[in-house]
């Protein structure tokens, strides 16, 4: 009886893994893969990210971006829908705030800086239309793998896409 119990629960835990790694589509976003941190921390570099900004990475997964701009800026912020890697993230990333919830719904009105690794057209254009109607002018967009369509791109390098809104 227990060994059923002990493969029940070890069955729904990695059903719960392999689920959470593509869920996150039902709510709009990409799946789940980690941006490396040296192309993180490459992406802020050719983004010119200041101390004083404002920067979010919405979906931020494990925290890997969030991490490198911590060194580099005072106000870094996160959204992540999933919680065991919002979990993961709050730990990892002790100096940013990472909100637990879906990027859709965050007010992103105080950003200066917005990193995004999700997926290119449909995902990628709802992301820039909620950018655009509630960010300023000139807010900076870093998009890793994905180019974002009908934006003027400013600078670009190993797979990093820069743009002003
Ligand atoms: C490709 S991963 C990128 C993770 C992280 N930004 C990085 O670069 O390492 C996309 C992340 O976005 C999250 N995500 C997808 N849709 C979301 C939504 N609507 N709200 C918040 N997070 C979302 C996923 O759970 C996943 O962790």
Redesign the pocket.
Known sequence: MSMIVIISVIVVVVAYIIA??Y???L?????????PRKI?AEALKLADLKKDEVFY?????????LIEASKLCDHVK?????PI?WCIAKLRARKARVIL??????NISDADVI?????QGR?NNRIVMKIKAETRSETTIIS??HPIENMKLVKSQNEIFIYKT
């Open positions: 959470s790694l869920y996150p589509m709510a709009g976003g990409a799946a789940y893969g980690p941006t993180a990475d919405l979906g931020c997964g494990t925290g890997e971006a996160g959204v992540e829908i999933e890697r919830g879906n990027l859709f719904k965050q990193f995004i690794f999700q997926y995902i890793y793998y």
